[in-house]
Nanobody, 112 residues
Framework: QVQVVESGGGLVQPGGSLRLSCTAS????????IYWYRRTPEKVREFVAY???????YYAGFAQGRFIITGVDDKNMVHLQMNSVQLEDTAPYYC??????WGQGTQVTVSS
């Protein structure tokens, strides 16, 4: 079963940008749907976005127009580009490839 490792989180100011990455343990993953979630302060896993193998995407309302999800690149990684971040975006972020287990997440902290 494919394993994932999230990275790219850190401290960013409101209005800034950063790119999260998800590294897959297997190379034959281009046929899978890729998901990004985040953990709310109430510790509920909240959907952020997905991208299908055909390139179609879907975003949560708060992510629409600000975040961009991309599929597998030539380094076997997937990405979530976060633009115009807000304080409310502060959370650990998690990726999932198909039915893979969740990784350990990467922390995004938005603060002025």
């Amino acid at each position: 079963q494919v394993q994932v490792v999230e990275s790219g989180g850190g401290l960013v100011q409101p209005g800034g940008s950063l790119r999260l990455s998800c590294t897959a343990s297997e190379i034959n993953i281009r046929g899978e749907t890729i998901y990004w979630y985040r953990r709310t302060p109430e510790k509920v896993r909240e959907f952020v976005a997905y991208v299908k193998a055909d390139g179609s995407t879907y975003y949560a309302g708060f992510a629409q127009g600000r975040f961009i999800i991309t599929g597998v690149d030539d380094k076997n990684m997937v990405h979530l580009q976060m633009n115009s971040v807000q304080l409310e975006d502060t959370a650990p972020y998690y990726c999932r490839i198909g039915g893979s287990p969740w990784g350990q997440g990467t922390q995004v902290t938005v603060s002025s």
